[in-house]
């Protein structure tokens, strides 16, 4: 018995490792549409989906497994979040750089692990999942980064690395669930059914 658990730990973490790891890509807290943007321009993910995150109608939507929380179980508000759908032979993951969650988690281990039940939630508070090509992500987001600026100053330091866009910025329209000119927007059981399609 100790001999196959050993064997089946062993193949367990070859399986984890050969699965993309955070730390390989640029990160940078609080600007998730750029982590993404950028990691969509990685070859191994070009034919992947991102997904925006947003409430139905209120600021903001809970969600639960976030590094930025004082704990996992704790729900943290986020405006937006964006993460990225990504498939391999096996099956299909939710690539997140933010959670506390495998970098790379199966979709519906992820769906379980971070949302709260809806009928726990207002409806307004209740999350969509705007999905589209990561071509196309990369191709139309324009971000200045003035959403994270204030009189004061930044909300969270800006990234290093240079800005999407010098000065316009569209990223209201991925935010905003009533502006359905990009991608196709989900509930979340229409995207698992879509996107895993044994939860059928």
Known sequence: MLKLFGVFEKTLTIQIMNLPQREHYAY????CEENIWLLCQQPEFAASDVIVIAATQAECFPILCQRAADAPDQPLLWYYHVVLLWSNSEQTYLIDFDTTL????PVTDYFQSSFLDEETLYPEFIPLFRVMPAQDYVRILRSDRSHMRT???WQAPPPHWP???????NL???????D???GQIFTAAELLKTYHPATK
Do not use: L, W
Request: charged content about 20%.
């Open 172 to 178: 209201h329209q991925f935010t905003d669930m009533n």
């Open 163 to 169: 800005v999407i866009s010098a000065n316009e910025s």
């Open 102 to 105: 495998p970098f790379c988690t």
């Open 151 to 153: 009189k004061n100053g």
């Open 180 to 182: 359905r000119e990009y």
């Open 28 to 31: 940078h807290s609080r600007y």
